[in-house]
């Protein structure tokens, strides 16, 4: 059964600082997706990672994976408070059956 | 552009009641999700189509029936609803080639 695991689940940093949010997963799966979610809102998407080694950058985002190591990261830089939001990673199932796991998420609250 | 839009946006039931989540989408897309969202638990797949006349359990399907009579429309329904189905759906459609998904702006659902 695919697993995805995103640590921390809560996340608070002050403004101006950086941070990793990791997101480990358990099958062989080359692509990894990152979403963000604002309270009350749906989810939108942020980064799509498609290969081993794949890195994005959004602003002060930055989304990373390894495939070997089945890990994925999202870096972020000199935070802002319009960073506070949840970030989920999702991982694609790779038995043929095309569904999507998603980690529990990180809340992030940056303060200011 | 409208991507993809579900209704209700706002239900509450009584216990018993049945009720029917409609989630359409304008992008041509073949893959079609429900998703629950409950405090701490992340997005739990409950019914997922990879095609128009097919549909397929996901990891909470039990309680839940679904239907994709049309590509664009995926309808997802309570036939006795149950206070544990208290929670907020999410439907997305899965973009072809990247594998992206979009998200619906959600239902909110309360039994009571």
């Known amino acids: 059964e695919l697993k995805v695991e995103q640590n921390p689940l809560f996340l608070s940093m002050q403004e101006g600082k950086n941070y990793t949010i990791y997101c480990n997963y358990s099958?062989?799966?080359?692509?990894l997706y990152w979403y963000r979610q604002d309270p009350g809102k749906s989810l939108e998407s942020l980064f799509v990672?498609?290969?081993?080694?794949a890195v994005k950058q959004e602003g002060r985002l930055m989304a990373s994976l390894d495939t070997k190591a089945r890990l994925s990261t999202l870096h972020i830089t000199a935070a802002v408070h319009d960073l506070s939001a949840t970030y989920f990673c999702a991982v694609p199932d790779t038995s043929g059956t095309y569904k999507y796991i998603f980690g529990t998420g990180t809340r992030l609250k940056v303060l200011a | 552009n409208a991507g993809v839009t579900q209704t209700p946006k706002f239900r509450v039931l009584k216990t018993g009641q049945s009720m029917t989540l409609l989630c359409a989408q304008d992008m041509n897309h073949e893959y079609m999700y429900w998703y629950r969202q409950d405090p701490g638990m992340g997005l739990r797949l409950i019914h997922y189509s990879v095609g128009e006349g097919t549909t397929a359990k996901g990891e909470v399907p039990d309680g839940y029936n679904v239907s994709r009579l049309k590509k664009q429309n995926f309808l997802l329904g309570l036939e006795s609803a149950a206070p544990s189905q208290t929670s907020v759906y999410f439907c997305?459609?899965?973009?072809?080639?990247?594998?992206?998904?979009?998200f619906g702006e959600g239902s909110r659902l309360t039994v009571l």
């Open positions: 990672l498609l290969s081993n080694g």
């Open positions: 099958t062989t799966s080359d692509r």
């Open positions: 997305a459609s899965r973009k072809t080639g990247t594998g992206e998904l979009f």
